[in-house]
Structures are given as structure tokens and as C-alpha cells.
């Protein structure tokens, strides 16, 4: 009974000498736990912690046994295994060190001024697209560029730089056209380029049904930050990929939404609003009159 009362009583001391300093350090080492385990889930790099675990893991056992050789072995595996990991996972710690970089993009908060106008027309003009390309089940790959250049990317297709319409994007995608099989980026609301090729993710996870476009396009999130659109040649589903995660079927409602909330920095959109007035005003002011 002693014991455990000394027990309380040193872990009220230790509680007591907890400074403002010592709480942001813990929050700080809390939020980096949750950040690298985010990060990771769902990608080769997880499956890389897990080992990484059991080594030290091992490594530990071998020490406290006093088993020599395991342990020596295991050191050595330890010493060199900074630089084997990443010669091997560059990809991925590239695209971790990418979104660090910008996180203090993320603190600018909502779109405004002309760059948001821009870019709420080109919601509307790209979900009227998407909506036609999905009904005749024409395959499309759009990649939205956000806090991470895509210059990379973009040279590999054919610079545009075009106000963003729903007819250009129905021709750029029709399945006879010279730049259909690639992706168009999207920058700062406009058609940037097309005929890009996206890396294409190598997790095995992913589902095998999966076909090229669905794959590039995670690739293309989990290397950058950016938004990437879907549509299948063969279902003519609508997908999003954001960080390495496909979200199927998504809805012309849904997709407005989406898009004005990871793009615009906004909860609510009425983009449905502004198509409709864009295409149907006209006609409502001749009932008017």
C-alpha cells in the first residue's frame, strides 16, 4: 500500500512540474505521430514502418539476451539501413518532404479575388464536362494543380493555356483526338496542358480491376498534393484521388462539392447555381419577358 501511495505521490510531482513548454511538446510529437502514420497507411512506406519495428524489435531482444552474433548482424543492418531506405523509397519521401514544403500554403485559407472567380467557373464548366464524358462513357484524366508545381508533369504533354470549357475538354478527350490518352492539368483554373503522363502507383493494394487511368491518377496524389479526376472508358464512374485515396462514384452534387472544398478553401458551394445561370439564364429571362 506504501508503494502505491509513493507511486501517486511521484506522479503528482512529475504532473506538477509540466510546463506550457512541455504540453507544446507533446502536441507537437503527437501531431508528427499522426502526420507520419497517415502518411504511410495505405502505401509501400507503411508496410516499410512495420519492418523497420520488428528489426528494432529484434535488435532490442538480441541486446538483452547478450545473442552476439543477432545483435551484430542486426547493427549492422541498422547502420545502413538510413541510405538503403531512401535510395528505395524515394518516391515517397520525396512526396512527404513535397507537403511539408507546403503546408504553410495550406494557412492562406480561402481563394479570393479573380484567381476564385476563375476558378469557380471552371468547377462549373468541368462538371458539366465530366457529367457529358460520364454518360457517353468517354475516359478522361483531369489533374487539378494545387500547392505543388506540377512542372514536371506538364512537359511531358503539350502546353494549352486555355480558358477552361466543357467543350474543349469534350474535344480533348474524344477518343480520336491526338491528346486524348493523357491527362489535362489544370492551373489556376485553366486548361494549363494536355497529353501529360502521371506516374502510376505501385501499391499492391489496389484493387486489380483498377485499369491505367485509375492507377496514374493515384500515383499522380500520392507523389503531390494535387486533386485528381477520373472517368472510366469502361463504366463511365466518376473517381477523385486525393493523397493516395480513390473515392468512387461520385455524383455530379458530390463532385461540385468536392471540388469547391479542396480547391476553394470553402465548405459550401452553390456552383450548381452558377452552370445554371450560365446555361439556362437566357432562357429564363425570355419567360420573364
Known amino acids: 500500500m506504501n508503494a502505491f501511495l509513493d507511486y501517486l505521490e511521484y506522479v503528482k510531482n512529475q504532473l506538477a512540474d509540466i510546463g506550457i513548454i512541455d504540453i507544446i511538446d507533446i ?7 499522426f502526420w507520419i502514420i497517415k502518411f504511410v497507411r495505405g502505401r509501400r512506406a507503411g508496410k516499410l514502418l512495420l519492418g523497420v519495428g520488428v528489426v528494432l524489435l529484434l535488435l ?6 547478450e545473442m552476439r552474433a543477432l545483435h551484430f548482424i542486426l547493427s549492422s543492418v541498422v547502420s545502413v539501413g538510413l541510405i538503403a531506405i531512401v535510395i528505395v523509397f524515394q518516391p515517397e519521401l520525396r512526396s512527404a518532404l513535397e507537403k511539408v514544403g507546403g ?5 492562406k485559407g480561402k ?13 462549373g464548366e468541368i462538371s458539366v464536362a465530366v457529367e457529358a464524358l460520364s454518360k ?32 474543349l475538354l469534350g474535344n480533348i478527350f474524344f477518343n480520336k483526338a491526338p491528346l486524348h490518352d493523357g491527362a489535362v492539368v489544370i492551373r489556376n483554373g485553366r486548361i494549363y496542358a494536355a497529353g501529360c503522363f502521371l506516374p502510376l502507383s505501385f501499391n499492391n493494394d ?8 485509375h492507377r496514374a491518377a493515384i500515383g499522380m496524389s500520392e507523389n503531390s498534393d494535387a486533386l485528381v479526376l477520373v472517368v472510366s472508358e469502361e463504366t463511365g464512374s466518376v473517381s477523385i484521388a486525393l493523397d493516395g485515396v480513390l473515392d468512387h462514384n461520385i455524383s455530379r452534387v458530390k463532385l461540385e462539392s468536392y471540388l469547391a472544398t479542396n480547391l476553394l ?20 429571362n425570355k419567360n420573364e419577358k
Open 60 to 65: 532490442l531482444v538480441s541486446d538483452l539476451l
Open 265 to 284: 478553401g470553402e465548405d459550401k458551394m452553390h456552383i450548381a447555381q452558377v452552370v445554371k445561370g450560365k446555361f439556362f439564364g437566357r432562357k429564363g
Open 136 to 167: 457517353s462513357k468517354t475516359g478522361a484524366l483531369i489533374v487539378f494543380e494545387r500547392n505543388t508545381r506540377l512542372g514536371d508533369i506538364i512537359r511531358t504533354g503539350t502546353i494549352v493555356d486555355a480558358h477552361t470549357t466543357s467543350f
Open 103 to 107: 503546408l504553410s500554403d495550406n494557412f
Open 111 to 123: 481563394v479570393v479575388g479573380d484567381e476564385a472567380a476563375a476558378m469557380r467557373e471552371a468547377i
Open 206 to 213: 489496389i484493387v486489380k480491376e483498377l485499369g491505367t487511368r
Open 27 to 33: 502536441a507537437l510529437v503527437g501531431m508528427l505521430m
